[in-house]
């Protein structure tokens, strides 16, 4: 069964710090390309950062460079995404994203709702 669980969420104040993780289980972890997305109150999905099988961040959102990092344990099938310096516009629902274009494959988590507010 595949699953992918985000945690790390919640409330934090302006300019504080959040860790996102998602740990993957069901599926060969190392195989796929690892995205964050995000979907804020009353706008679209948006790509935040995609993460190589290799760990390399090869995309980001204009938004967030600078001040966001992402990274991957294929050794715990974990992926991670450190968030700085935060902003009440990056309050949304963050999601775990995994894609294997090789096999067609992709696998959506839960969410996680981030909330950034004085």
């Known amino acids: 069964q595949v699953q992918l669980v985000e945690s790390g969420g919640g409330s934090v104040q302006p300019g504080g710090s959040l860790r996102l993780s998602c740990a993957a289980s069901?599926?060969?972890?190392?195989?796929?390309?690892m995205s964050w997305y995000r979907q804020g109150p009353g706008k679209e999905r948006e790509l935040v950062a995609t993460?190589?099988?290799?760990?390399?961040?090869?995309e980001s959102a204009d938004s967030v460079k600078g001040r966001f990092t992402g990274s991957r344990d294929n050794t715990k099938n974990t992926v991670f995404l450190q968030m700085n310096s935060l902003k009440p516009e990056d309050t949304a629902v963050y999601y775990c994203?995994?894609?294997?274009?090789?096999?067609?494959?992709?696998?959506w988590g839960q969410g996680t709702q981030v909330t950034v507010s004085s």
């Open positions: 994203n995994a894609v294997n274009n090789y096999v067609g494959t992709n696998y």
């Open positions: 069901g599926f060969t972890f190392s195989n796929y390309v």
């Open positions: 993460i190589s099988r290799i760990g390399v961040t090869t």
